[in-house]
């Protein structure tokens, strides 16, 4: 509609470098347009992780030249900090003098305004990831929005994830959304980054060469989306580096010139099992295989620690009232609770079904209940110390332990809660040989 | 703070004395007051008497009062020199330990840039186990090193006390990271101008003093994640990752559980940010050991422990602290309680130098040592020999008993360093041949001490494959051992050994190209068969098989398990080489338990509740205790918080306040019809009053006129 506007070979362009990102492209160009044509006072880019919104307005701001200032408010701690960023980056960009501090959003109004009186050309003030402000309220981003009506030349333009409803309170600025990619377009946009097939043997690297790897890259790119990315790594950077990942040794094979390029099935088969499992999919700071080298040594938690975390997961998971029948030494101690001597399946369905009790999460609990149980779990008698209080303490200060009240650490009343898994605790208890299953409520 | 000259007009024109509620008066006072308003001679001031305090002797006089001044300083000043030798080498050694963590993580951060992790920040993993205590002088050893050493910058330590929220943790960063290097002064002004603009928790300062400083990472050291706020941590590390192009962080993210917790604790999207590797520190057991063999079984050793404080610090590091720290704090503990409360540790200064020991030995010290056990077994034993007039003069002859001791504390040192060697001997031998059951030194030296060592599997085991060696081995083994045990006893004796084992490899290598020698004692490798008959027919095939130099060096392992054998047996033989016998073992083996687990494992609880429940153990009033010894119940006698304590414990979670207090009037007022109410209600509510003081009752909601138990006996 308005593409004549601008220089038609800078869309292709653009359009060239950003795929399947033609709409969006031609929706931004109408809205900045040049500095002839008016611009709205707001406009709004949504749109998930990883869709293009940052590099595709920086590079289109960049190449219209139009005049504009980029924050980051996601690097802004507090209102008072981006308020600041904005009046300054704003004074510097139009090229006014210096003038004191903007505080708040009143006096950015006021400073934004005398910045730009004098200026005849547009300005775009782009609030990238505005919704990851801190401390960002509603009426902040109104009175942002307001901005651009207040001030002519000036239009505020949102980065943000997903928009709410009036999420500026006022007549909805136009928006321009950016849709996640599809399995083609995904495919599509990395074959602009094709990886070669690292073989020793070829010395020229030819046409025909980089035709087979982009086959083979695409069809590749596609099976990964399907058998894992689909699930679980939509974002395009995300997806990108799981293909990069999985990359080198799936080509293996070819590189060593066992298998052409074409059998693509039979190479898929041989390598079946690295698509089904999920190492390249979780995150994790130490990749995988770098870490087994070294022979881990094992920290240990000095012996009683770990009956105390014992201890305190089975005070947050199994209910006090059925205490006395797990611990107490009196009736079969350490038994799991006895079902009537009734033979064959007497399956009642309850009344009403009752959810798993690990799946509600770790209740509070006081610490005399702990220490009770702590008492009851050990397997030889242990007269209580400070140093049983002093690894309480350490315990807190690792966050296995936690404190659930707000009231004193030494109230007798205060309520703690355990924080570990039942994966992390049943090694612990593995170790100092207690059979924890045997005392877990159902 | 340094403005001081507004401040002295101040106090000129206001008369502190006016305000002041009471007064001191002293007739010469008026000398005193100008002389502290001076920085510089008070600072005198502070090193004089800190000079004073270093003469005077914070350690009482013992002996019932008779002990000469110029002995108790010298214990004192015994206790100073031999702590403090103590206490260099023991930070030697915590100084040293983590060098190797140390290393991989400098180098690390040396080499790491974020275009090697795919922009995402560096970030080290020290998994530094979970003794919180020893963490921060690990991180600040890290900062030192990468700092002083690799200078790739600065670095800033955050601990989660630092990082209560966001702003707090980042302007305590941009503080530290800024005003590191104080080389460039004029430097630093420019960007202190520059950065007016900004407020103090932005990180654009860092970034401006990134520009100005190139090259330089910013070292962000985490010190406990653990403790962080997750919400904090989590935001850190995001604007991290989004001020990645402008500063080069680099992050070391201290973890004392493991890396699973670590990683629950993120959201994923801010692990997505982070790519690195993960750095073990050595496992704590390590340094304990090589200080306990510094402090205990080295030949420099002084003063050691006994086997039952031994027993009571491993037990206590494995059960309940793993913590070196509170190891060493124990060990000067042991020091300090030895020197304070026993006269006779004088001697222990005397170690190197015996000749003033005499003069300095008063008649109440040999009087004490008269009457140390280990004196009386030993003059026991004198008797036993029928050295009479020996006995005698001991017994009556002061200076004969001081020459004698003069004399002999080096041999009762030796018995130390022997057992010492002797340990190393048989952790040595026995990290050659048992690698899965390893005994460190440390359990070994409690054992060896108490005679448990004696007839102890440990050295059965030993000794049977010591017989069932190869000569690989063997070799290795004796080379450890010549390298680390410097004992003429067994070293001497196993030398020759070793050289004709050597030569005996060597030819059978120039024979026959066999490298490894087989002892004949070795028939564990092939026993699948199961009848003994079989087995014998089986060994005979075995003898037969063997080579020339096979049987040779069957005949010198024999020779070197006999040496091992007696050396071993003679040195934990408890019956001759004792810690017994050992004349004045008291003074060079502190072992008093008590002391120890009074100061470092109180029991708070279990002592109050016993104070409560059975008063009469502690007043041991005719009243309270019943003839024969028997435990009585509650009586009107007993103090009333005790009372109502009693009472208490036999209720539920729930008490009745009512039902309390008629209890309490029935047992205190006992046969007595007319008791004084008012009086008994009185005591009734002080002792509620204190047993809520105590934490044992709280109000309650739940139900009127009750109160809710808080705490159960014998927890």
Same mark, same amino acid.
């Given at each position: 509609m308005t593409d004549e506007m601008l220089p038609a070979e800078l869309l292709t362009t653009l359009n060239e470098q950003f795929p399947c990102r033609a709409p969006q492209i031609r929706r931004l160009a109408a809205l900045? %347009?040049?500095?002839e044509t008016p611009s709205p006072p707001a406009i709004i880019l949504h749109g998930l992780e990883a869709t293009g919104k940052t590099t595709i307005l920086r590079t289109f701001l960049g190449s219209v030249e139009a005049s504009y200032t980029w924050i980051a408010?996601?690097?802004?701690? &507090?209102v008072r900090q981006l308020m600041e960023r904005i009046s300054v980056g704003v004074t510097e960009n139009v090229g006014g003098g210096d003038a004191g501090r903007a505080g708040d959003v009143c006096a950015l109004g006021v400073r934004l305004s005398g910045a730009l009186s004098g200026v005849e050309r547009k300005h775009f003030l782009v609030l990238d990831r505005?919704?990851?402000?801190?401390? %960002?309220s509603n009426v902040l981003f109104a009175a942002l929005g307001r901005l651009g009506e207040a001030i002519p030349s000036l239009t505020v333009i949102f980065i943000l994830s997903v928009p709410k409803l009036r999420f500026l309170s006022s007549a909805e600025p136009p928006h321009i959304h950016f849709a996640p990619y599809t399995k083609e377009e995904s495919i599509k946009i990395l074959s602009k980054y094709v990886r070669r097939i690292?073989?020793?043997?070829?010395?020229e690297y030819t046409e025909a060469d980089a035709k087979e790897e982009l086959y083979v890259w695409q069809k590749f790119c596609g099976t990964v989306w399907d058998s894992?990315?689909? %699930?679980?790594?939509?974002g395009v950077v995300q997806f990108r580096a799981i293909v990069d990942e999985m990359w080198e040794p799936f080509v293996k094979p070819i590189a060593e010139g066992?298998? %052409? &390029?074409?059998n693509y099935s039979s190479l898929y088969l041989l390598h079946k099992d690295m698509f089904r499992r999920e190492t390249n999919v979780i995150d994790t700071?130490?990749?995988?295989?770098? *870490?087994?080298k070294t022979v881990t040594k094992i920290h240990d938690l000095p012996y009683y620690s770990k009956f105390l975390l014992c201890a305190a997961y089975l005070a947050s998971y199994?209910?006090?009232?059925q205490d006395a029948m797990f611990f107490?030494?009196?009736?079969?101690? *350490?038994?799991?609770?006895r079902r009537g *001597?009734? &033979? *064959?399946?007497?399956?009642r369905t309850a009344k009403n079904r009752k959810i798993h009790r690990r799946l509600l999460g770790p209740q509070a609990f006081p610490l005399e209940r702990l220490q009770a149980i702590f008492a009851a779990i050990l397997p030889h008698r242990l007269s209580s110390s400070a140093d049983v209080q002093t690894q309480i303490a350490t315990l807190t200060s690792l966050r296995l332990l936690t404190k659930?009240?707000? &009231?004193?650490?030494?109230?007798?009343?205060t309520k703690w809660r355990v924080n570990a898994g039942w994966d992390y605790i049943r090694h612990v208890a593995r170790t100092v040989k207690f059979d924890i299953e045997d005392f877990v409520a159902e | 703070m340094e403005s001081t000259p507004p401040e002295e007009v101040y106090v000129d024109e206001f008369d502190p004395k006016g305000h002041q509620g009471c007064y001191i008066f002293t007739? $010469?006072?008026?000398?005193?007051r100008p002389t502290k308003r001076r920085k510089t001679k008070g600072k005198q001031r502070a090193t004089e008497k800190a000079a004073a305090e270093e003469e005077k002797c914070p350690f009482p006089v013992l002996l019932e009062g008779t002990e000469a001044e110029s002995t108790l300083k010298l214990r004192y000043r015994t206790y100073c020199k031999l702590w403090g030798t103590q206490e260099k080498s023991t930070k030697a050694i915590l100084d040293s330990f983590n060098s190797k963590t140390l290393d991989d993580v400098s180098a690390f951060v040396r080499d790491v840039a974020p275009e090697k992790f795919e922009g995402k920040i560096p970030t080290a993993l020290v998994l /530094?186990?979970? +003794?919180? /205590?020893s963490h921060e002088l690990l991180f600040e050893q890290l900062a030192q090193r990468i700092r002083n050493? $690799?200078?790739?910058g600065p670095v800033v330590v955050l601990t989660s006390k630092d990082a209560t929220n966001l702003k707090t943790a980042l302007r305590k960063l941009i503080r530290d990271a800024t005003q590191q290097?104080?080389?460039?002064d004029d430097e630093e002004e420019d960007i202190v101008r520059k950065s007016?603009?900004?407020?103090?928790? $932005?990180?654009q300062i860092l970034q401006t003093w990134c520009e100005s400083h190139g090259g330089q990472k910013v070292t962000i050291a985490v010190q406990d994640s653990e403790a962080f706020d997750s919400n904090v941590l989590s935001d850190l590390i995001t604007l991290f990752g989004s001020y990645l192009d402008r500063i080069p962080f680099v992050l070391l993210v201290g973890i004392a559980t493991s890396v699973e917790i670590f990683h629950d604790k993120l959201p994923k999207s801010t692990i997505r940010l982070m790519r690195g590797n993960k750095f073990d520190v050595e496992r704590a057991e390590e340094c304990l050991a090589q200080i306990f063999n510094d402090s205990m079984?080295?030949?420099?050793?002084v003063l050691r422990l006994g086997a039952s404080v031994c027993d009571f610090l491993l037990e206590r590091y494995r059960d309940?602290?793993?913590?070196i720290q509170a190891f060493v704090a124990a060990l000067k503990y042991a020091y300090m309680s030895h020197f304070y409360a +026993?006269?006779?540790?004088?001697i222990l200064g005397f170690i $190197?130098?015996?000749?003033?020991l005499g003069d300095v030995l008063s008649t109440e010290h040999v009087e004490a040592i008269r009457n140390v056990p280990s004196f009386r077994r030993y003059v026991e034993g004198k008797l036993a020999a029928k050295e009479v007039g020996e006995v005698r003069k001991l017994l009556t002859d002061d200076n004969y008993v001081r020459h004698a001791v003069t004399k002999k504390i080096a041999e009762s040192r030796n018995y130390g360093i022997e057992l010492g060697q002797a340990l190393a001997f048989l952790e040595i031998g026995r990290s050659c041949t048992l690698i899965q059951n390893k005994i460190p030194r440390y359990e070994l030296y409690a054992k060896a001490l108490s005679g448990e060592?004696?007839?102890s599997p440990a050295i059965r085991e030993f000794l049977m494959s010591l017989k069932r060696m190869n000569s690989t081995t063997l070799l290795n083994l004796l080379e450890n051992v010549m390298q680390e045990v410097q004992t003429p006893a067994i070293t001497e004796s196993l030398r020759p050994l070793q050289e004709k084992i050597k030569k005996l490899v060597e030819e059978a290598e120039a024979s026959g190209g066999k490298r490894n020698l087989i002892s004949?004692? !070795?028939?564990?490798?092939?026993?699948?068969?199961?009848?003994a008959v079989s087995k014998k027919v089986r060994l005979g095939e075995q003898k037969s098989s063997l080579t020339k130099q096979d049987t040779e060096y069957s005949a010198l392992v024999q020779q070197v398990y006999t040496i091992a054998e007696s050396y071993l047996t003679a040195n934990f033989n408890?019956?001759?080489?004792?810690?017994? +016998?050992?004349?004045?073992?008291e003074i060079f083996f502190y072992d008093l338990r008590s002391p120890h687990s009074a100061v470092f494992a109180p029991k708070p609880r279990s002592t109050i509740e016993r104070g409560l429940s059975q008063p009469q153990d502690y007043l041991? #009033?005719? #009243? #309270?205790?019943s003839a024969d010894g028997e435990e009585v119940g509650i009586?009107?006698?007993?103090p009333p918080t005790s009372i109502i304590y009693q009472l208490y414990l036999e209720s539920?979670?729930?008490?009745n306040i009512y039902d309390l207090w008629s209890a309490f009037y029935s047992v205190i007022a006992?046969? @007595?019809? !007319?008791?004084d109410v008012p009086t008994a209600q009185a005591l009734f509510y002080r002792s509620l009053a204190e047993m809520r003081f105590l934490g044992f009752v709280k109000h309650t909601k739940?139900?009127? @006129?009750h109160i809710a138990k808080l705490a159960w006996k014998g927890i």
């Open positions: 900045v %347009g040049t500095d408010c996601h690097e802004c701690v &507090t505005v919704d990851r402000t801190r401390e %960002g690292p073989s020793q043997d070829i010395e894992l990315a689909k %699930g679980t790594a939509r066992k298998y %052409g &390029t074409r700071v130490v990749p995988a295989g770098a *870490g087994e199994n209910p006090a009232r107490m030494k009196s009736n079969d101690f *350490g038994r799991k609770k *001597g009734t &033979t *064959g399946p007497t399956k659930a009240s707000a &009231t004193d650490v030494l109230e007798a009343s | 007739l $010469d006072g008026e000398e005193d /530094a186990g979970p +003794n919180i /205590a050493q $690799d200078r790739t290097d104080e080389g460039v007016t603009k900004l407020l103090n928790y $932005d990180l079984t080295s030949d420099k050793a309940h602290t793993q913590s +026993n006269p006779l540790s004088i $190197d130098s015996p000749d003033g060592l004696q007839n004949e004692f !070795d028939i564990t490798n092939n026993t699948l068969r199961g009848t408890t019956s001759q080489h004792g810690l017994q +016998n050992v004349l004045l073992h041991a #009033c005719s #009243c #309270c205790t009586r009107g006698t007993q539920g979670a729930l008490i006992g046969d @007595d019809e !007319d008791f739940k139900k009127t @006129d």
